[in-house]
């Protein structure tokens, strides 16, 4: 199994800020992906975190908007860019390497 | 398209057994999985299924026919713990990428 260590837990913005979350794998997994998960709903894919390359963006969510890194197999950053409160969700890195998948703790952002 | 559908509540009583369907219709398939999630929490990997049968794992059991587009989480002995939300997920063979369902709220009574 895969430990994901997720940062920062929870952040209060300001309008027009930007945020970066950062993930961090503490074995080599394939595949790393980025989710939101708006109050008592499910989790929607923002994009798969490709190492090395620009991330593949799911219908909805651009690069200037939330811009992905992937420097190697072990770490990613999504970037929430020039915040609006319709921004504030929970968001989950994820990453798998086979037949099971883990999870971050979430990072709670909150844009007032 | 992608659709996976589960229901949205279900109740049952502490001790009992509950079964959680999930349909799904996507363009590829490479396997479900079944996650917990108790609220402010991230998902717990419950089960993965590929091939067609019954997956048993403690209090936990998960079934998948590919041909019907159909799984199910089965929990046994509930216990008052066992309220959460589960999540059916489907991996696409395009990029591999993981898709949710909705997710059942699950209410277990005393």
């Known amino acids: 199994s895969a430990v994901i260590s997720q940062k920062p837990s929870r952040d209060i913005c300001q309008r027009g800020t930007s945020l970066t979350i950062q993930c961090q794998v503490d074995?080599?997994?394939?595949?790393m992906f980025w989710y939101r998960q708006q109050p008592g709903q499910s989790l929607t894919l923002i994009a798969t975190?490709?190492?090395?390359?620009?991330?593949?963006?799911e219908s909805g969510f651009v690069i200037d908007k939330f811009p992905i890194s992937r420097p190697n197999l072990t770490f990613s950053t999504l970037t929430v860019s020039n915040m609006s409160p319709e921004d504030s969700s929970i968001y989950l890195c994820?990453?798998?390497?086979?037949?099971?998948?883990?999870f971050g703790q979430g990072t709670r952002l909150t844009v007032v | 398209g992608q659709n996976i559908d589960q229901p949205t509540e279900m109740t049952a009583t502490e001790g009992a057994i509950v079964q959680i369907n999930c349909t799904y219709q996507?363009?590829?398939?490479?396997?479900l999985f079944w996650y917990q999630q108790h609220a402010g929490e991230a998902p717990t990997f419950l089960s993965y299924?590929?091939?067609?049968g019954l997956e048993e794992k403690g209090r936990f059991s998960s079934f998948l026919s590919r041909s019907k587009g159909y799984s199910y989480l089965l929990l046994k002995e509930l216990q008052m713990k066992d309220s959460a939300s589960y999540l059916c997920?489907?991996?696409?063979?395009?990029?591999?990428?993981?898709?949710f369902g909705a997710g059942t709220r699950l209410f277990v009574k005393a």
């Open positions: 997920a489907v991996i696409d063979t395009g990029g591999f990428k993981t898709i």
């Open positions: 994820s990453a798998t390497g086979g037949t099971e998948a883990f």
């Open positions: 074995s080599q997994v394939t595949m």
């Open positions: 996507t363009s590829g398939f490479n396997g």
């Open positions: 975190a490709n190492q090395g390359s620009e991330a593949t963006y």
């Open positions: 299924n590929v091939l067609d």
